[in-house]
């Protein structure tokens, strides 16, 4: 276990469903990430929140929607997929946004599967 | 804008030597951190190594170095005496100032 974790590991959904990912923290970190690897592909960085509050959204569709209530807590709302958005989704945190010193702790992820 | 390149994509190594693998960053940034990253089967990212752009002796962690020629840009890493558990995928990344990206990664096979 590395301090973060990711529920479900896996999950299979329908284009038409409605589903939530959950990732969650207990070490002190205060910036949440939420990354997609698909395959073939390098990892995408989709969102930032810094102190629950949201600082980047790289441009990704308003089917994912991602929810922070607090600094542990991270959430990817997901409806109307498409079978293209099939793929793990990585959640990561880490103690500052700001510090180019400080990596990223990740979970195991989800694999997403939309059919 | 940030870029990591890692030019190989599938390496073979026997057990018990030594393998590197390459990564090459692009930053106009002064201050940035250079990390590696194995990613097993299972899907986790592990974090194995990390090297500060101001640090001047080249990051070790156990069987882990990295090769960091600053000049050049690269920051390459080194697996010493593989293990067949170092069969995985190993991604090179960068963070500078705030957002990790990382490069396509590396797929290791280590064979008995």
């Known amino acids: 276990e590395t301090g973060v974790t990711q529920t479900p590991r896996h999950l299979v959904m329908g284009m038409t469903n409605k589903k939530s990912l959950k990732c969650e923290q207990h070490?002190?970190?205060?910036?949440m990430y939420w990354y997609k690897q698909s395959a073939k592909k390098p990892l995408e960085l989709m969102f930032v929140?810094?102190?629950?509050?949201?600082?980047e959204n790289n441009s990704v569709p308003s089917r994912f929607s991602p929810e922070c209530p607090n600094s542990s807590h991270l959430f990817l709302h997901l409806h109307t997929l498409q079978p293209e958005d099939s793929a793990l989704y990585l959640c990561a945190s880490s103690l500052s946004p700001d510090r180019g010193d400080y990596g990223y702790t990740f979970g195991s992820g989800t694999r997403l599967t939309v059919v | 804008a940030q870029k990591i390149t890692q030019t190989q994509p599938g390496m073979f190594v026997q057990e018990k030597e030594a393998v590197t693998l390459d990564c090459t960053y692009d930053?106009?940034?002064?201050?940035?951190?250079l990390f590696w990253y194995k990613q097993p089967s299972s899907g986790e990212m592990i974090f194995l190594i990390y090297q500060g752009s101001y640090d001047q002796q080249n990051a070790t962690e156990g069987r882990y170095s990295l090769n960091f020629q600053k000049a050049r840009k690269s920051a390459n890493l080194v697996i010493s005496a593989s293990q067949l558990g170092d069969s995985a995928m190993y991604f090179c990344?960068?963070?500078?100032?705030?957002?990790?990206?990382f490069g396509a990664g590396t797929t290791v096979t280590v064979r008995a």
């Open positions: 070490l002190g970190h205060n910036a």
């Open positions: 929140y810094n102190f629950k509050e949201q600082t």
């Open positions: 990344a960068m963070r500078a100032p705030s957002r990790l990206s």
């Open positions: 930053t106009s940034d002064p201050s940035y951190g």
